[in-house]
């Protein structure tokens, strides 16, 4: 019994980073503070999404990736989950969609801040 107990509280302890994950983290960019994916490249929002629904398809998904979540990701705090109009799944931070640029080229760029006067780097509060 007591083997068992302890071997549920060992795997239920070391579970809860995996729980508590975050997405995106920040880091430090020429721009100040912003969010980036696993891979360190720069997160930015749209002007012409809605709240939690995704505008850019087509050719603007091409130039701007949608930061895709995993199918049985789930949303948690300020970390959305939106789902797109081919039932893929992005991330939003605070109800704003999140995309990459394809012109940023390694960790940290954020070549895409101002484009077109509607894409913004994605920053923390």
């Known amino acids: 019994m007591f083997k068992s107990v302890l071997g549920g509280?060992?795997?239920f302890a070391t579970s809860l980073p995996l729980l508590a994950a975050e997405p995106?983290?920040?880091m430090d960019t020429s721009a100040g503070k912003?969010?980036?994916d696993e891979k360190g490249m720069t997160l930015y929002?749209?002007?012409?999404d809605k709240p939690?629904?995704?505008?850019?398809y087509d050719q603007c998904a091409v130039k701007w990736p949608p930061y895709m979540a995993d199918a049985n990701a789930k949303s948690e705090g300020e970390w959305m989950v939106v789902e797109?109009?081919?039932g893929s799944k992005m991330w939003a931070?605070?109800?704003?969609?999140?995309?990459?640029?394809?012109?940023?080229?390694k960790p940290g760029d954020v070549t895409g801040d101002g484009v077109g006067g509607v894409w913004h780097i994605a920053k923390p509060d």
């Open 9 to 11: 509280a060992i795997l």
């Open 24 to 26: 995106g983290k920040t």
């Open 34 to 36: 912003a969010y980036v």
């Open 45 to 48: 929002t749209f002007d012409k």
């Open 52 to 56: 939690n629904e995704s505008n850019c």
């Open 84 to 86: 797109r109009k081919d």
């Open 93 to 105: 931070h605070e109800n704003q969609p999140l995309y990459t640029y394809i012109e940023d080229k």
